[in-house]
């Protein structure tokens, strides 16, 4: 389970337990529950699953029911009687069959739901399985649908999907925490493992987290021991040892596949990172060439924010130490100038200006 929130209206608070986040809201009328996404069209375990949120609703009404035979709400304010009566509508409104939303997701109700499991002809993948796969498959090529009926298989793509989707910085660490937590527990297969460490290695790359920074070289190895073929793999360790300040062995990985055609974004992480080394090693018109070949790329304004935060940052600092690189050739020119006219005294007192400015 992803997600269960216990009521409904404001959060009161919420509690993590392994992979599972518990929600208690203010009013204790309804809920529900997020799994993570389905990879494969397992029709009678979704059907149990949506089954058991309509129990659970018809359940709750019978208590209410039997609170109200008894005379509990007899003493009670007629304003608190008509906001229990109207909180009690959702779960009647759930069982109904009908499309609405979620969390801004456009979803259908437990009732709708079921009867498209009942009714529908569902495909052996679900969208969520081919994208895992073909996730998987950039690093194995030869993955099959085996892959997908992993027990952590579907927890690993939710929270990749989630650390995407974060909108700011505690919420992408939390997802960052779970995947770290998920390959310490010694459970996955080695196309699993290699995700993993690529998707932490790359987040790590462009968030410029001084926290996993620390660890990016180690499970860059560690990724390429298990898929040393893998040419995703290859453009990472280039951007790990471009940010370690390897820039010569930075370079020999990216020059080779960095103008290749393929995925926008690899493609994109590779140029950025090739001109990082570029700039570490001199080489100024090579490294705009390359900001400029980011730039350039069709598609490249849809790309996350952590890559375009990091694509400004670089731009920053590469900018930065180019002016810092003219005012010290200028200074340099100032004082080899004042040199052919001046006395070695003076020669001296002029250098010592120049190191204290």
Not at 224 to 235: I, V
Not at 283 to 290: G, Q, S, V
Request: proline content about 4%.
């Amino acid at each position: 389970m992803n997600r269960v929130s216990i009521g409904r209206g404001p959060l009161l608070f919420s509690r993590k337990r392994r992979s599972t986040v518990f929600e208690f809201r203010l009013f204790p009328t309804s809920g529900y529950v997020l799994t993570f996404p389905f990879l494969l069209s397992q029709r009678w375990a979704k059907l149990f699953f949506f089954s058991g949120g309509i129990l659970a609703n018809i359940l709750l009404l019978e208590i209410f029911g039997l609170m109200g035979a008894i005379g509990i709400f007899v003493h009670l304010p007629s304003t608190f009687g008509n906001a229990i009566f109207v909180a009690l509508i959702y779960p009647l409104l759930v069982i109904i069959p009908f499309p609405a939303k979620l969390q801004g997701r456009r979803v259908g109700t437990d009732g709708l739901q079921i009867l498209n499991i009942l009714f529908s002809r569902l495909p052996a993948l679900t969208p969520a399985g081919t994208i895992y796969l073909r996730m998987i498959q950039r690093y194995v090529p030869e993955a099959g649908a085996e892959n997908l009926k992993s027990a952590v298989a579907s927890e690993i793509l939710g929270v990749i999907l989630q650390s995407w989707q974060a909108e700011d910085i505690r919420a992408e660490r939390m997802c960052l925490t779970h995947l770290e937590r998920i390959l310490d527990g010694g459970s996955l297969s080695s196309s699993e493992e290699v995700l993993v460490l690529d998707h932490l290695i790359t987040t790590a790359l462009l968030s410029d987290d001084a926290g996993m920074i620390a660890k990016i070289d180690e499970w860059s190895i560690r990724a390429l021991d298990l898929a040393p073929l893998a040419e995703p793999l290859a453009g990472s360790r280039g951007g790990v040892l471009a940010r370690l300040g390897r820039y010569a062995e930075a370079k020999l990985l990216l020059a080779p596949i960095a103008w290749k055609t393929g995925d926008m974004i690899e493609q994109a992480m590779c140029r950025l990172f090739l001109a990082y080394a570029e700039h570490g090693l001199g080489n100024t018109e090579e490294a705009h060439r390359c900001l400029d070949g980011v730039r350039q790329m069709t598609g490249i304004e849809s790309a996350t924010s952590h890559f375009k935060n990091c694509l400004a940052r670089f731009e920053a600092e590469i900018l930065q130490s180019e002016r810092y690189r003219k005012s010290r050739d200028a200074g340099i020119t100032r004082l080899l100038g004042t040199a052919e006219r001046s006395n070695p005294t003076d020669l001296l007192s002029s250098a010592r200006d120049s190191m204290s400015a």
